[in-house]
């Protein structure tokens, strides 16, 4: 749902003649990469770590602007508004660009028709974590918890409609438990309240949480996946934890806005599977707990379809509405 200055802007960018769209040609000056939460979240930390490479590969400088709120959809609502001249792209999630404007009223823009998936750039884990003063000790013992304080324990989330969010409503609902949820601006915010003691449970980014678990800070339950996370091999599952069902994880796209021209979205197809590709880059990467990314355009594509259709069913289930 693009305005008319949109709709103007993609078709004078339809008009430039070729050469001026040509792989050659772009960019040619400071590229801003929109980012819908704070420091310190997944987004921000796979921006940055990407960051130096494409810059390399761009020869042009990439400038981080993080734009948080909306549970992320500010920052998508402004690429979907966007130039599609590809000097403002958007590194997102799978909540802020396929589960949460749906669930706005009225939508801010639609998420098939008003952006253009590019490139996935990686997934992650989510990871179960307390509070060092939690009397629980593993999973179970959370659960137990939880059981035996209804409508006293709280969780939190970078906002509502979040994966975040959304995860920790599927394990209440599957267990039977009544706990409140605290929705923050960013993710940010939520760790600094998890690490105070003020916050029972997070089901949040593995990347977010790993440095905490690592320095002794934080206590980890759980994770998110069937199989268990390299980084984190001696942490079970929440699915081996007594919930067999149990599977969620998040990903990170680079998104353009709609109607980009398709040499400049595979010229960030290239910058990133090239940035990748790079063992030491992917080793960093991967130690920050993410899963590396890559992959086609038309990949992200359907990814961005069959996640929206899947977690547009767990909203409706759970009548998650986004005030």
Request: net charge neutral.
């Amino acid at each position: 749902m693009l305005n008319r200055r949109g709709l103007l802007a993609a078709a004078g960018a339809a008009a430039l003649p070729m050469p001026a769209l040509a792989q050659g040609a772009y960019p040619t000056r400071t590229v801003s990469l929109l980012v819908g939460f704070a420091p310190g979240g997944g987004t921000d930390i796979i921006s940055r770590l990407l960051q130096p490479a494409l810059q390399e590969e761009f020869g042009q400088a990439l400038a981080i602007d993080n734009r948080a709120g909306g549970s992320g959809t500010i920052a998508a609502t402004q690429n979907a508004r966007g130039r599609p001249d590809g000097y403002q792209m958007l590194m997102t999630t799978v909540s802020a660009s396929a589960v949460v404007p749906p669930t706005m009223k009225p939508p801010p823009f639609d998420i098939i028709a008003d952006q253009t998936a590019v490139v996935l750039a990686g997934t992650v884990p989510l990871v179960a974590v307390v509070p060092l003063s939690s009397p629980a000790q593993d999973f179970r013992g959370f659960i137990a918890h939880a059981k035996a304080n209804p409508g006293k324990l709280n969780y939190s989330s970078s906002g509502v409609a979040t994966q975040q969010h959304l995860a920790a409503a599927a394990l209440s609902f599957a267990a039977g438990l009544d706990m409140t949820h605290i929705p923050f601006r960013g993710t940010g915010q939520a760790v600094n309240e998890v690490l105070a003691g003020r916050i029972d449970i997070a089901i949040d980014t593995l990347p977010t949480y790993l440095p905490h678990i690592r320095a002794g800070r934080v206590r980890a339950l759980a994770t998110t996946l069937k199989e268990r996370v390299p980084t984190l091999p001696d942490v079970p599952t929440i699915a081996e934890s007594g919930f067999p069902d149990f599977d969620a994880a998040v990903w990170y796209m680079v998104m353009g806005p709609p109607g980009l021209p398709a040499p400049i979205a595979e010229r960030w197809v290239a910058a990133v599977n090239k940035a990748l590709s790079d063992p030491g880059l992917r080793q960093r990467v991967a130690d920050a707990g993410f899963i590396p990314g890559g992959g086609t355009s038309a990949d992200a594509a359907a990814l961005l379809r069959r996640d929206a259709a899947k977690y547009a069913e767990v909203i409706r289930r759970a009548n998650i509405q986004f005030d």
